[in-house]
């Protein structure tokens, strides 16, 4: 009986893991169209789920501590008290940026050990059907005006959710709230796709995969996303290592290969590709001119500016700004208007709102919790279970750099570093 309870309690908890992957892919929509009146509440939807879940797990003795949260939980306690005392002194805007590190970064462990492989490979086969209706809404929102319900921003705004792109399109949100989560969503994908199609007993079924990898390479153009195109390098670039490593998979890598030429070539004849591409061509051109080119494309944006905000750090006090006054929602609450207050490259943010002592030991968790994902993920290619190496190709980044202050990306980088954990449970073991 007790064994049947104790059962019973983890499929509840996986059911909530499952609603905060699907309030994380659904909640833009819930926000633009479905309940926009409550838009401002539900943009942190999931941060009550997640907390039930923490406690849940808690209460059952099912969520083991370890070094990264203890440090965490201190380092947080701590700015949050700074905040008040020496900094923007707004108790909710702390409470709002305490969230990140307090709440959905403790997620990441427990879905970890509460989800299984077969778990994670579910998510997968899920992100690869959620792909198909996502693509044509995003090709949808490609081609309509700004005004179209289609296009509908936050709390139902008729000036529209796309941001700018080229050639007179914006880039489409999807279901997201923005672009960014959009971008997200295709990363993840990526991951999924490369890695099913190394599998030796496919998981998926070959026709999906296959459509899944169509709405790929639509993605990439349709989005005007220079992010998704470099989250889909980066897969690929995860998945040769795979191959020097395991050459026996060279030929499945090859054969994939091979198969997304002919896919790239029957796309290439349809005038919405065609179109996507002029306009991401256009897009890539313009930002390479106005950021110095691909340095300031690959190194200034992509790294983040982490040296920039060290050596600007110096400067601020030391104590910071203030918890949350670096968020969107932080600067609105303290000031009307969603500017960053603080900077918008994530290891700035939480510097300017940590100071240099506090912000660096945050830094330095997420730093060294990637490094271990990372090598841990690495030693598993040899044993045959790449599925943690592949979806590391998404989380590799946006754990270490990710924007933590934008719900969505925090969002993503908490499902997927669960995921990682939960892929290779028996071998990690994240202690500092």
Known sequence: MAQSASRAYITQLKQGIWLYFFLL???????????????????????????WLIYRACNRGLFAGNGYLLLSIITSALGFFTALVWGHGNVVVAVYGLRIMLIHFPLIFLIGQIFSRQDVLKV?????????????????QFYSPQSAWVNRGLGGDTEGAG????????????????????????????????????EEKPSVKRPLLIAATACLMLAIPLSISRTVLFETVLSVLFALVIAASKPKYTGKILGAAFGTVCLLGLLSTLPVFQTGIEAFTSRFDEASDVEGGLKGTLVDRFLGGMGSAISEGEHLPFWGMGLGMGTNAGAKLMTGKTDFLVSEGEWGRIIGEMGLLLGLITIFIRVHFTWKLSWQAFALIAQGNFLPWMLLSFAFVNVIQGQWAQPTSLG???????LILAASRSTIKPKL
């Open 25 to 51: 892919i659904f909640e833009g929509a819930l926000r633009k169209w479905v309940l926009p009146g409550l838009a401002t509440p539900l943009l942190i939807v999931r941060d009550p789920l997640a907390l």
């Open 124 to 140: 997968g086969k899920m992100v690869l059907m959620l792909a198909l209706p996502m693509t044509l809404l995003m090709a949808v």
């Open 163 to 198: 941001f700018s792109g080229a050639l007179g399109f914006f880039r489409p949100p999807g279901t997201f709230s923005f672009i960014t989560g959009l971008a997200s969503f295709y990363g993840l994908l990526a991951a999924y796709v490369l890695y099913f199609w190394l």
């Open 412 to 418: 993503f980088s908490t499902l997927v570093a669960g």
